[in-house]
């Protein structure tokens, strides 16, 4: 039996996301309403967002730092139940993103895309796609995302 029934292939970026009544103007601040971490880029979210739902889902992602907030988010990932190989390592840094949204919705964000921790994904454990009904590619990743296109073929 597979792990996952769908399977969606991307970076990790542990995330924090601040809603704010309304963007401050330049050269001043705003107090959020809300301040809620989670991890991010798309494929992250689609799984998290899945395992909420609780349909089998599993995640092949970068390998993030061996750093507090590459632990959290392996640590998170484990206790939601999404499926995967989910790795840390001493020689890289986790990437990091912060995003703002005002109460229509409209956002900015601050996105730390590392080459190096994209490069991961060059070596990622494919195998969970053994089985898997449905994968999805994040379109970010450049040509990471061709390899598990021709596996899931």
């Excluded at 971490?37 to 995640?59: H, K, M, P, Y």
């Excluded at 993030?64 to 190989?85: E, I, P, Y």
């Excluded at 379109?139 to 073929?153: S, V």
């Amino acid at each position: 039996m597979p792990q996952a029934d769908i399977v969606t292939f991307g970076m990790l970026v542990p995330a924090t996301l601040l809603i704010v009544d309304e963007f401050p103007q330049v050269n001043t601040g705003a107090i959020p309403s809300r301040v809620t971490e989670f991890i991010s880029d798309d494929a992250a979210i689609i799984a998290t967002t899945l395992r909420g739902w609780d349909v089998r889902s599993g995640l092949i992602g970068t390998t993030l730092g061996n750093d507090a907030a590459g632990r959290r988010t392996v640590k998170q990932l484990r206790k939601l139940g999404v499926a995967g190989s989910h790795r840390t390592s001493a020689k890289l840094h986790s990437p990091y993103e912060v995003s703002i949204s005002d109460r229509d919705g409209n956002r900015t964000f601050f996105w730390q895309r590392s080459p190096d921790v994209l490069a991961t994904l060059e070596s990622a454990d494919l195998s969970l796609l053994d089985g898997a009904k449905l994968l999805y590619v994040d379109w970010y990743d450049e040509d990471y995302i061709i390899r598990p296109m021709e596996k899931a073929g």
